[in-house]
């Protein structure tokens, strides 16, 4: 059997059969779930934040999954109706990031390309590439790879290491002009 409709198009007891049943349903998207609690307008505020605790409750560990693979909703899904002052809103998303490392480790997937991290979003409408699957570490990925404060430096070292050395030739070229020059003029 499959929903038939897009999920920001129903109302709240649809949402309510749709969570209880959701095995039945071949197209059942539970990532669409979480946004869609997020983007409809058909529901009041309470009916939402109703919607997210029993959503929440039938799929805990799907969305604290959410926090690694789509940042961005879980953000959205879980501060659904709060009012948040600057400092809140990093306070949250260093909770987020903490988190995201928490749950990397314990899964180990081994690399760090899925999710939106996969995806091409550089915020631009009229961009042909958005949402283009890209490959990991390609110079496509706009909000760059995944990493936390903890990572070894030998992941980020190539790429420093390439500019370093780059520099340091530059340096020595510039430093044998001078002293060239320097020998010339005397």
Sequence with gaps: MK??????????????HLIENHKKFTDFNTLGLFRSTVETTKLSLEEKLELRKVAIAAFAKTFE?????????????STLGESLTVADKNQVWEDIRRNQQKIWESKKPGH????????????????????????????????????FNSDNSRDWSKWSKELKAERHKRDRKTEFRITAQRTLEE
Excluded: W
């Design 65 to 77: 999954f959410l926090q690694l693979k789509d940042p961005q909703t879980y953000f959205e899904v």
């Design 3 to 16: 929903v038939g409709k897009q999920f920001n198009t129903l109302t709240y007891g649809e949402y309510l």
């Design 112 to 147: 760090r390309n899925f999710g939106t991290y996969s995806k091409h979003l550089c915020g631009y409408d009229t961009c042909p590439l958005n949402g283009m699957m890209i490959r990991a570490g390609s110079r496509l990925s706009y909000g760059g790879e995944m990493h």
